[in-house]
């Protein structure tokens, strides 16, 4: 009776758990068999193995071969356990040296030819390899520029079942394959965005300028053509750049998804879904694998949500959960996974379902009941979680065909941003937020960062009124507190206050 290990990973959701490929050979009646709570698919890696090594000169005997997934209790699914069953079963089997493969972990599948063929999620598995203190892991040629984008672990990238057995030591002769290619989708193309472009929008820039600085959420109303699509989609290009374990977390979420992945991409994502997404688009989720949605795709990023209104009520409001906590939580019968989803939201929509109401020289043909009816669609919960909500009006033909170029460039707007997030950092520093809008309102409404009353008596007041409820209370002190980082001010005055009511309201101070 002989043993064999080696390691490979079960990913859940974008969180990799080590397992231990044991392979056990015995005389008795020949079988062979995968335990460890496998799904179909990785039940079916039996017959992909057996072949593989019988095309790749790598027979093995005919005799009772049991291999366990541990834990047991980890559900595991797909295909990418393929290379660590057929490793494990061939050192069990005497081929392969057992010390050679016991701290390597291996990640692939394998087609029936004995080639390796990509996966999806290696770089979230190399990168739980690396965590859990494995210094090499062996991939698919395919797979092998994602997996070395993780720091610390050297990456062994292999064509053929035959190219790992020989790294290994195995006596085999490795044929001249041509290894499987990830499909290649079209090259993403970035458009250079600036908002010198925006033109008679100045409120706006300013107000896209305050939710970069703070990290809030913003809501856009205004009729077709104002301008709406276009200043969202610059929220990205005056963000932060993100640091290396941020473009890691990036793209770790977008290998899951199946993209393909060469390198770190330093600017924030930015997720726009169609208004006819369904709630499992935006959050996530499937049958037995969990797959990331829009919201998660935006993590780190923007998620842009245009003609809001028209989206379905329940996914609208399933994005109230990561709003407040920067997570999302898919449940399925037989899984549960947590997703990080910590994102900037900008959501915009018309005056109502024509788009000009209150336009002037336009007519409005929606009765009152369909203006109430279109607005009531974002759920009042929702709305108390957006930070700013301001209303955007059609530029005049005057400016819009004058040539002028707003002073307010990119990448002076970037530094402000950035001046602004060093002020909060060095505020919070020592606590577990950076950004004035993860801030809890309690940690501004009470101890030494309390504003003076005569300060905070128009907020007071529009709290006494019911104007606003205690959440929209403490997310107009966080804008405030981002007003005063962009002025460069030790504390808001009476004119952040006011100008966050403004922008959270509507309301004059």
């Known amino acids: 009776?002989?043993?064999?290990?080696?390691?490979?990973?079960?990913?859940?959701?974008?969180?990799?758990?080590?397992?231990?490929?044991?392979?056990?050979?015995?005389?008795?009646?020949?079988?062979?068999?995968?335990?460890g709570l496998p799904d179909k698919s990785l039940g079916e890696a039996v017959q992909r193995v057996h072949n593989a090594c019988a095309n790749s000169g790598l027979s093995m005997p005919r005799r009772r071969l049991t291999v366990n997934l541990s834990p047991a209790s980890l559900p595991k699914h797909g295909s990418a356990f393929d290379l660590g069953i057929a490793v494990a079963t061939l050192a069990a089997?005497?081929?392969?040296?057992?010390?050679?493969?016991?701290?390597?972990?291996?990640?692939?599948?394998?087609?029936?030819?004995?080639?390796?063929?990509?996966?999806?999620?290696?770089?979230?598995?190399a990168y739980a390899a690396a965590r859990a203190g494995f210094e090499r892991v062996v991939v698919p040629y395919a797979n092998a520029a994602e997996a070395r984008l993780v720091p610390g672990i050297e990456v062994h990238a292999a064509a053929s079942?035959?190219?790992?057995?020989?790294?290994?030591?195995?006596?085999?002769?490795?044929?001249?394959?041509?290894?499987?290619?990830?499909?290649?989708?079209?090259?993403?193309?970035?458009?250079?965005?600036?908002?010198?472009?925006?033109?008679?929008?100045?409120?706006?820039?300013?107000a896209l300028v305050v939710a970069a600085a703070g990290g809030h959420h913003m809501m856009l109303s205004g009729p077709p053509g104002a301008g709406k699509t276009m200043l969202a989609r610059r929220l990205p290009g005056i963000l932060p750049r993100l640091d290396e374990q941020q473009a890691l977390e990036v793209a770790a979420i977008r290998s899951l998804s199946g993209e393909q992945v060469l390198g770190l991409d330093p600017v924030a994502p930015f997720e726009a879904p169609h208004h006819s997404a369904s709630a499992v688009a935006l959050v996530g989720g499937g049958s037995r694998v969990a797959r990331p949605g829009a919201i998660v795709r935006a993590h780190r990023g923007v998620l842009f949500l245009d003609e809001t209104p028209e989206f379905a009520r329940v996914a609208l409001d399933a994005l109230r959960q990561?709003?407040?906590?920067?997570?999302?939580?898919?449940?399925?019968?037989?899984?549960?996974?947590?997703?990080?989803?910590?994102?900037?939201?900008?959501?915009?929509?018309?005056?109502?379902?024509c788009g000009?109401?209150?336009?002037?020289?336009?007519?409005?043909?929606?009765?009152?009941?369909?203006?109430?009816?279109y607005a009531s669609r974002i759920s009042g919960p929702l709305r108390d979680r957006i930070d700013i909500e301001l209303q955007v009006a059609r530029?005049?033909?005057?400016?819009?065909?004058?040539?002028e170029r707003s002073e307010l460039t990119t990448a002076v707007a970037a530094a402000r941003v950035r001046d602004a997030r060093a002020a909060a950092e060095e505020r919070w520093r020592g606590a577990p937020w950076r950004l004035n809008g993860e801030v809890p309102g309690a940690r501004l409404r009470q101890g030494a960062l309390r504003l003076p009353?005569?300060?905070?008596?128009?907020?007071?007041r529009a709290l006494e009124r019911g104007v606003l409820t205690l959440r929209a209370y403490d997310r107009v002190l966080r804008l405030a507190w981002t007003m005063a980082d962009l002025a460069g001010l030790e504390r808001p005055g009476t004119d952040e206050i006011g100008r966050a009511l403004f922008l959270k309201r509507g309301l004059l101070a």
């Not at 057995?165 to 090259?187: I, L, S």
């Not at 009353?453 to 007071?460: G, S």
């Open 453 to 460: 009353p005569a300060v905070r008596t128009p907020l007071d």
């Open 395 to 403: 530029v005049a033909a005057s400016r819009a065909t004058s040539g």
């Open 93 to 125: 089997a005497g081929i392969l040296p057992v010390r050679a493969i016991h701290a390597t972990v291996h990640i692939g599948e394998l087609g029936l030819d004995g080639r390796l063929r990509p996966v999806v999620g290696v770089l979230p598995a």
């Open 356 to 373: 000009n109401y209150g336009v002037r020289g336009a007519e409005c043909t929606c009765p009152p009941i369909a203006i109430r009816r």
């Open 161 to 206: 079942l035959a190219e790992v057995a020989a790294a290994h030591g195995a006596d085999v002769v490795v044929q001249d394959v041509e290894p499987v290619r990830a499909a290649e989708g079209p090259a993403p193309v970035r458009e250079e965005l600036d908002l010198a472009d925006v033109v008679g929008q100045d409120e706006a820039v300013e």
């Open 1 to 35: 009776m002989k043993t064999a290990r080696t390691w490979a990973v079960a990913l859940t959701g974008v969180d990799g758990h080590m397992v231990e490929v044991e392979a056990d050979l015995s005389n008795q009646t020949p079988e062979f068999k995968i335990i």
């Open 322 to 353: 990561p709003l407040e906590s920067g997570c999302i939580e898919v449940h399925r019968a037989g899984f549960h996974v947590t997703f990080p989803a910590r994102f900037q939201l900008v959501m915009a929509m018309n005056p109502c379902p």
